[in-house]
């Protein structure tokens, strides 16, 4: 079994989308291990995109994730987090596929739905920043 994160963004809490994002998870069999809603500091949001720090929308990314209450779990099955990625699909949503996460409900590059970490070291990483 595998671990991962995920972050309902301020648009998906703004869009009452919460229940539904994870209901697709639970439907794929995952468990919910932690879950809490809170809205970021700026550190906290500049620590999270730290590996995005030097790239131009970097400021746009905590902006928008320090803007409203986010959801933040941590999920866990079989390939967390490979499987989790393919779930939400691509980071543009307006490239992701129907049936992604993002290519149903996403609008664009900072304001697509949801976070999901890329890697277990990503995951260490982030879920000390938030639990």
């Known amino acids: 079994m595998e671990q991962t994160l995920i ?5 998906g809490v703004e869009q009452k989308l919460v229940g539904d994002i994870l209901s697709r998870f639970e439907k794929k069999e995952f468990n919910i291990l932690k879950m809490k809603m809170f809205n970021f500091t700026k550190e906290q949001a ?21 803007s409203g209450p986010v959801v933040a779990v941590i999920l866990e099955g079989s390939t967390a987090i490979e ?3 393919k779930m939400i699909g691509s980071t543009k ?16 590059l ?5 976070h999901a970490s890329d890697s ?6 982030e879920s000390k920043i938030i639990f």
Not at 46 to 55: D, F, G, M, N, S
Not at 110 to 114: D, P, Q, S
């Open 7 to 11: 972050v309902i963004k301020p648009d």
């Open 46 to 66: 500049e620590e999270l995109y730290l590996p995005h720090r030097e790239k131009s929308f970097f400021s746009n990314l905590v902006l928008f994730i320090i």
């Open 83 to 85: 499987v989790v990625r």
């Open 93 to 108: 949503s307006y490239e992701a596929a129907p049936g992604t996460i993002r290519g149903d409900y996403g609008l664009g």
């Open 110 to 114: 900072t304001e697509n739905i949801i």
């Open 120 to 125: 277990k070291e990503s995951f260490e990483r």
